[in-house]
């Protein structure tokens, strides 16, 4: 599989926003991604796609991490 992925790939600027409004913000400004969100202390897949954002939250439901394609 390539690692060749298309479009934006990061948003940092999403850090502290809601994740409801990260997952929007990163499949409007990318439409090749799914974005899914992370509630604290559940786990991921870590094989590698350039299809998915995961987007880490706290408690609050605020983002924690730099969202980005993986």
């Not at 502290?16 to 913000?25: K, Y």
């Given at each position: 599989m390539s690692t060749e992925c298309r479009g934006k790939r990061s948003w940092p600027e999403l850090v502290?926003?809601?994740?409801?409004?990260?997952?929007?913000?990163i499949e409007r400004e990318n439409r090749l991604v799914n974005a899914f969100i992370v509630p604290p202390g559940n786990s991921v897949i870590t094989d590698f796609r350039c299809?998915?954002?995961w987007v880490f939250v706290n408690g609050n439901g605020n983002v924690t991490r730099v969202p980005s394609i993986g």
């Open positions: 502290g926003v809601p994740g409801n409004v990260a997952e929007a913000t299809d998915r954002v």
